[in-house]
């Protein structure tokens, strides 16, 4: 079973993303696997992500690229908009899945088998959290272990 948690009521999904993505990098310990991280959204959204994972930080470096690029098999961070990629399913590495975006997978049970832990990011728009909700029963109604962080009490 995977385990997914709910990112929900977040302000700024994009800021969120990249704060998210550096915590989930960075807590690698000495000698272990880099933990690796697809995120998939729409086009238009993970092209602004694209940038702002390059600025966001005057400290940090976040090695990303788009699943489609030549490099990907060799970088930690993956960005694409489809859940079934054929790309995807030729990397060697699938730790961790965050999801931007509103609509549902439609092969849930794939998606959980390649990715032991699938964070869900969910704003405070109305169509967001709504989808967010649609999601979050489709995944309780396989019976996964959800966990849902509410960012409005922080």
């Known amino acids: 079973m995977a385990r997914i948690d709910f990112h929900s009521n977040v302000s700024d999904k994009l800021e969120y993303a990249c704060r998210l993505t550096r915590k989930i990098w960075s807590a690698t310990l000495v000698?272990?696997?880099?933990?690796?991280?697809v995120m998939v959204g729409e086009k238009a959204v993970?092209?602004?992500?694209?940038?702002?994972?390059?600025?966001?930080?005057?400290?940090?470096?976040?090695?990303?690229?788009?699943?489609?690029?030549?490099?990907?098999?060799?970088?930690?961070?993956?960005?694409?908009?489809?859940?079934?990629?054929?790309?995807?399913?030729q990397l060697p590495?699938?730790?961790?899945?965050?999801?931007l975006g509103m609509r549902m997978p439609k092969d849930v049970a794939a998606l959980v088998a390649r990715f032991p832990r699938i964070v869900e990011v969910v704003t405070v728009n109305d169509a967001e959290r709504l989808?967010?909700?649609?999601?979050?029963k489709a995944y309780r109604d396989l019976g996964h272990e959800l966990h849902n962080f509410d960012q409005s009490k922080s």
Do not use: Q
């Open 31 to 37: 000698g272990e696997p880099v933990r690796n991280i």
């Open 46 to 89: 993970l092209k602004k992500l694209d940038e702002l994972l390059w600025t966001f930080s005057a400290v940090d470096f976040l090695p990303h690229c788009f699943i489609e690029d030549e490099g990907a098999a060799d970088t930690p961070i993956l960005l694409t908009d489809d859940f079934s990629s054929p790309a995807l399913t």
């Open 93 to 99: 590495h699938a730790d961790v899945m965050i999801h």
């Open 131 to 136: 989808a967010g909700r649609e999601r979050y």
